[in-house]
């Protein structure tokens, strides 16, 4: 029984080690909501990242859906999870899903 519950032990944790953290964190000014989307101007790529979710934590410290921060500069903290879609045609499509995790307004 014991070898059982150990074999069962170091399954699961060699399975939890193939997950990835796909944390990662820029700094941006923010633009708003775009249809439904929290947009961040960047600027070292002078490109807009757009976030489809945002955390419980991070929209208790911010409400972004507010004017209030627009146009204020934030370290943003987030992560990027890939899921299986549907497009138009019926295909299946791998899309990428960005999620902010934590905000930092900095001055």
Request: proline fraction near 0%.
């Amino acid at each position: 029984m014991k070898a059982k519950l150990i074999i069962i032990a170091i399954a699961f944790l060699s399975l939890t080690s193939f997950v990835s953290n796909n944390t990662m964190a820029v700094t941006g000014v923010y633009k708003g909501v775009v249809e439904y989307d929290y947009v961040f101007h960047i600027n070292e790529t002078d490109r807009s990242m757009t976030f489809q979710y945002l955390s419980d934590e991070a929209l208790e410290a911010f409400d972004l859906d507010s004017e209030e921060f627009v146009g204020s500069k934030f370290k943003v903290t987030y992560e990027v999870l890939q899921e299986m879609s549907e497009d138009t045609e019926g295909n299946e499509v791998e899309i990428e899903i960005y999620t902010i995790t934590a905000l930092e307004l900095i001055d």
